[in-house]
């Protein structure tokens, strides 16, 4: 059985990017989820909510920020939390304002730990890769709110195939701001915290030896989550992106992991413009590569940036095609518990259609 979770408090983050040397709204925008649940609403799908600002268990709340810190760097998850307020207070934004990076941290060969700089407006740019990670007033709170429901949904499976605890074996997790850019110390590509490393680590706190296998279908390729469990033997990292596209400088085929975990990352890019044929080889060979790899738990950063009309996405892909992607997926992967997060997807339009087309295939 599969469901779907929400938290309303995802709506409440919305913020501007740079377009040219024009400043508009964000692509990832608070309609992206309307438009989703607008359609889950009208449909047969279970749609659970769930409002993590609305108190309850202080328990709950201590765990997730327990495991959030497991993956991201403990000064990164405090400037998330602080900075519009130190922006705000400094005189650099207006309460309606948004926190956006200018100037960014630069490599160097000193050898120097990580130390945030005093200075508040140097601080942005060291927590940020790219000026497509605002933060405003709400900002914060659905940051975790999203962070939030990858951590409820992997709780929720971990009970799958013990006598009785849950015949759910799904759960998919509408999580904005989405994930898979972030990886532990810096924001980016409308990124804050990796829901997916989340994931990971909410699942192995029960289960420690688990292996654990990421598909990421995003259009572009998650660099964080690479990142994150480039040299962890007992994470399997699978990605199929766009070649040479955001976040440009990873995603390659001969990045394969490292040390011990050498062999756990496999990046699948693929040429613009593709046909869908192509994208579904890829697909098949991937799924093969997951299944070798036995895991225990499979999470998918499900991006419908994909979609053939996307304004961040060159792919070939119709609304029909989640559907067949889906179906496959599942055949290939079945009683594998499977947490399912939403990554990108840009056409408003055509988003509610689309997540229907994946939920039909999945459940065919
Ligand atoms: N001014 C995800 O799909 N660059 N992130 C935007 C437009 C960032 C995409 C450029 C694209 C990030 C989760
Ligand atoms: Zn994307």
Redesign the pocket.
């Known amino acids: 059985m599969l469901i779907t979770l929400y938290d309303p408090d995802c709506l409440l983050h919305k913020t501007v990017?740079?377009?040219g040397s024009k400043l508009i709204p964000a692509?990832?925008s608070p309609a992206r989820l309307e438009a989703i649940l607008e359609a889950l609403h009208l449909s047969e799908h279970e749609c659970r909510k769930i409002q993590l600002s609305a108190g309850g268990d202080e328990g709950r709340v201590s765990r997730l920020t327990k495991l959030t810190s497991d993956t991201h760097n403990h000064n990164y998850l405090q400037h998330l939390q602080s900075v519009y307020e130190e922006w705000l207070s400094a005189g650099l934004i207006e309460k309606d304002g948004n926190v956006l990076p200018e100037c960014f941290y630069l490599p160097t060969s000193t050898g120097k730990p990580m130390r945030p700089p005093k200075d508040v407006f140097a601080r942005a740019g060291y927590f940020a890769f790219?000026m497509?990670s605002g933060i405003m007033l709400d900002s914060y709170r659905a940051i975790v709110a999203s962070a939030n429901l990858a951590y409820e949904g992997t709780d929720m499976l971990t009970g799958f195939g013990t006598d009785g605890a849950t015949d759910v074996d799904t759960v998919f997790a509408l999580c904005r701001p989405?994930g898979?850019?972030c990886d532990g110390r810096r924001a980016g590509?409308?990124?804050y915290i990796n829901n997916a490393a989340l994931a990971v680590s909410t699942w192995r706190a029960s289960k420690p030896q688990a292996r654990v296998a990421i598909l990421d279908i995003?259009?572009?390729h998650g660099n964080g989550t690479q990142e994150i469990f480039y040299s962890d033997p007992k994470v399997l990292y699978v990605s199929i992106h766009g070649e040479d596209e955001?976040p440009y400088y990873t995603g390659a085929e001969d990045e394969r992991g490292i040390g011990e975990g050498e062999g756990t990352n496999i990046n699948l890019p693929l040429k613009v413009g593709s046909p869908f044929e192509e994208y579904m080889s890829k697909l098949e060979y991937g799924l093969d590569r997951l299944l070798d790899f036995r895991p225990e738990f499979l999470v998918i950063s499900l991006?419908f940036?994909t979609f053939h009309a996307d304004p961040?996405g060159h792919f070939q892909i119709h609304t029909e095609d989640y559907g067949t992607i889906a179906t496959r997926i599942r055949q290939n992967l079945k009683d594998i518990p499977c947490l399912v997060l939403l990554?990108?997807g840009y056409v408003i339009e055509h988003l509610g259609a689309n997540v229907l087309s994946f939920l039909k295939g999945w459940k065919s």
Do not use: K, N, R, V
């Open positions: 990017e740079l377009l692509l990832e790219d497509s989405p898979h850019h590509g409308y990124c995003d259009f572009h955001f991006g940036d961040l990554e990108g």
